[in-house]
T-cell receptor, first 110, second 114 residues
Framework: KQEVTQIPAALSVPEGENLVLNCSFT??????LQWFRQDPGKGLTSLLL?????REQTSGRLNASLDKSSGRSTLYIAASQPGDSATYLC?????????FGAGTRLTVKP | DVKVTQSSRYLVKRTGEKVFLECVQD?????MFWYRQDPGLGLRLIYF???????EKGDIPEGYSVSREKKERFSLILESASTNQTSMYLC?????????????FGPGTRLTVL
């Protein structure tokens, strides 16, 4: 059974810093990996999806990488802003069996 | 933009009541999902549907049933609500056409069972 781990559980940084969120998974036979953002009391917003054949995806200040062989993905956020404060979740898709990490709660201080 | 809507943001029900949670998506997506999210346990899949009238159990289907009579609508039913079903319920949809696979989530329904 796929297990997804996110480290750290919480992170606090000053505005303007670049930061990296980590996601690891135990079964490398994945279809894709998706990063989400969740604001308190709200649903999940998709940020980036990386197909199993891809190594990275970029959207604005966000860059996600995937290394299937080592079971790792990272989400890089450049020049962080207070509006980036949220919980970030990664999810691994093994053919309709989607497993979520517990998330990293990010706080960006002005 | 894909839009996934859920019938209620907040719901309070009594133990033993039958509860219906509705989810509607407007992008003709084949797959739809129901999750619950609890502190310390993360998101857990209750049921998913890969097409109309088709459903598959997820990790925690006990105490729940689902209905998908139309492609755009996926309903979650709590047959007899219990206090341990107090949770945040999240619906999601996706298309598998073109290799997309991105899941789009609704805003969630916070259900409290008293």
């Amino acid at each position: 059974k796929q297990e997804v781990t996110q480290i750290p559980a919480a992170l606090s940084v000053p505005e303007g810093e670049n930061l990296v969120l980590n996601c690891s998974f135990t079964d490398s036979a994945i279809y894709n990996l998706q990063w989400f953002r969740q604001d308190p009391g709200k649903g999940l917003t998709s940020l980036l999806l990386i197909q199993s054949s891809q190594r990275e995806q970029t959207s604005g200040r966000l860059n996600a990488s995937l290394d299937k062989s080592s079971g790792r993905s990272t989400l890089y956020i450049a020049a962080s802003q207070p509006g980036d404060s949220a919980t970030y979740l990664c999810a691994v898709d093994n053919n309709n069996d989607m497993r979520f990490g517990a998330g990293t709660r990010l706080t960006v201080k002005p | 933009d894909v839009k996934v809507t859920q019938s209620s943001r907040y719901l309070v029900k009594r133990t033993g009541e039958k509860v219906f949670l509705e989810c509607v998506q407007d992008m003709d997506h084949e797959n739809m999902f129901w999750y619950r999210q609890d502190p310390g346990l993360g998101l857990r899949l209750i049921y998913f549907s890969y097409d109309v009238k088709m459903k598959e159990k997820g990790d925690i289907p006990e105490g729940y049933s689902v209905s998908r009579e139309k492609k755009e609508r996926f309903s979650l039913i709590l047959e007899s609500a219990s206090t341990n079903q107090t949770s945040m319920y999240l619906c999601a949809s996706r298309t598998i056409a073109g290799g997309g696979y991105t899941q789009y989530f609704g805003p969630g329904t916070r259900l409290t069972v008293l």
